[in-house]
């Protein structure tokens, strides 16, 4: 075997890992992206946590103005909110409710949006955030 081969087969491997490891978060990102819901409700999806927590916690939320949505929850949080992620999509509650499933499993509360923040919801709120023009 020639090392072009290897470093292509090195490659292949590794591109497959990565798709195995993402699958979550692609299945996701297409259930996100080709929904259709009959109710077109536009708005905000956002992640934000609060930094002051010695054990991290998420909240996942919606909005249609997030200036006054982060306004609102800074006051409860006394070292500040930072946002993890937001984007606009064209059916927010059922987005919403797709985030919230998907994460049940992390829930503090279960009827709550706060959320345990595990490096997994982490990683995949990243992702969408990084692909979010494509949610339009």
């Known amino acids: 075997m020639t090392t072009d081969n290897f470093f292509l087969w ?3 491997v590794f591109a497959l890992y990565l ?3 993402l699958r979550g978060f692609i299945a996701l990102w297409f259930k996100i992206r080709f929904l259709r819901d009959k109710k077109k409700d536009k708005g905000w999806i956002y992640a934000f946590y609060d930094r002051g927590q010695i054990i991290p916690t998420i ?3 919606l909005t249609n103005d997030m200036k006054h949505r982060m306004r609102a929850h800074r006051t409860g949080a006394p070292f500040g909110l930072r946002i993890l992620c937001q ?3 064209p059916h927010m509650n059922a ?3 797709l985030l919230h499933t998907r994460y049940k499993g992390l829930r503090i509360r279960s009827d709550g949006e706060w959320f345990w923040l595990m490096p997994r919801i982490w990683i995949e ?3 969408l955030n990084l692909f979010k023009p494509f949610f339009k």
């Open 19 to 21: 798709v195995w490891r």
């Open 125 to 127: 709120l990243k992702l």
């Open 95 to 97: 987005v919403e409710n």
């Open 10 to 12: 090195v490659g292949i």
């Open 87 to 89: 984007f606009y999509v």
């Open 59 to 61: 909240k996942i939320g």
